[in-house]
């Protein structure tokens, strides 16, 4: 197999995401309030995926020695640079997590689930244990254990996998359409979010999208077992993202 026969694979659950009913049925200020509150921890997970694999593919411990192979050392480092600390609006250099965090606090939307997950983190509780724990909606839950179960794998062509194809271009361009419109009828409420989504389809379409094909053509290379659980991933992380919809739906019933 190679990255085409890949992509041909799990087409169908992509076409899923991206053609999901949730998008034609966000409406509102409220709806897409709603949205954000569900869609920040596939920020942040993916957020997490791009650490696990930089610190499987190259050096992050002390005394520094060459780790991987250079192309994919200078993959993700590329990546890192770019999600970890880009610019906002403003200018100033931030993640898109926080950058997603700021959006939501303009918006109105609830941060505090999210937040104190973060704070729980940081103190030291392992994930399994606060998701385990938590609140948090089926689909939030099942999601997020999806993400560190591919990171726990220990396995960077299936972490490479899900990040490259489970990204945030399967949010379709009708959806972007809304959030400028809403934003156009209340202006300063979803001018931050609006910054977010285009500059991720600049960045996520363009340079990063190319980079992350490359990485995993790289790690998976002539391997064909390789390949069927790159592909198998991908294909189980599109359907938790579909799902992940789905439960964003549900709570708008």
């Not at 966000?26 to 942040?44: G, N, P, T």
């Not at 190259?58 to 020695?65: E, H, K, R, S, Y």
């Not at 609006?194 to 094909?213: K, S």
């Amino acid at each position: 197999m190679n990255i085409e026969g890949l992509q041909q694979a799990i087409a169908p659950a992509r076409e899923h995401v991206v053609s999901h009913p949730l998008y034609k049925d966000l409406q509102s200020l409220e709806d897409v309030k709603l949205f954000m509150q569900h869609h920040i921890y596939a920020v942040w997970d993916f957020m997490s995926l791009l650490k696990a694999l930089q610190i499987e593919l190259t050096c992050v411990t002390l005394p520094w020695v060459p780790k991987g192979a250079a192309n994919t050392r200078y993959l993700i480092n590329e990546i890192v640079g770019g999600e970890e600390s880009d610019v906002d609006e403003q200018g100033n250099h931030c993640s898109h997590f926080e950058l997603y965090l700021r959006a939501m606090d303009q918006a109105g939307a609830n941060t505090k689930p999210v937040t104190h997950l973060l704070e729980q983190v940081a103190s030291g509780k392992p994930i399994n244990t606060i998701l385990a724990e938590s609140n948090f909606p089926g689909s939030v839950k099942g999601f997020l254990e999806f993400t560190f179960g591919v990171i726990a794998s220990g396995k960077p062509h299936v972490m490479a996998a899900v990040f490259t194809f489970g990204r945030e271009d399967l949010i379709p361009d009708m959806f972007h359409e809304l959030v400028k419109d809403l934003d156009a009828k209340f202006p300063g409420t979803l001018s931050i979010f609006t910054y977010y989504l285009e500059r991720h389809i600049e960045v996520d379409g363009g340079h990063h999208g190319q980079l992350a094909l490359e990485m995993v053509k790289e790690l998976c290379g002539n391997d064909e077992e390789k390949w069927n659980e790159a592909t198998s991933a991908s294909i189980a992380a599109l359907e938790w993202r579909s799902k992940l919809w789905s439960g964003v739906l549900g709570e708008k019933v």
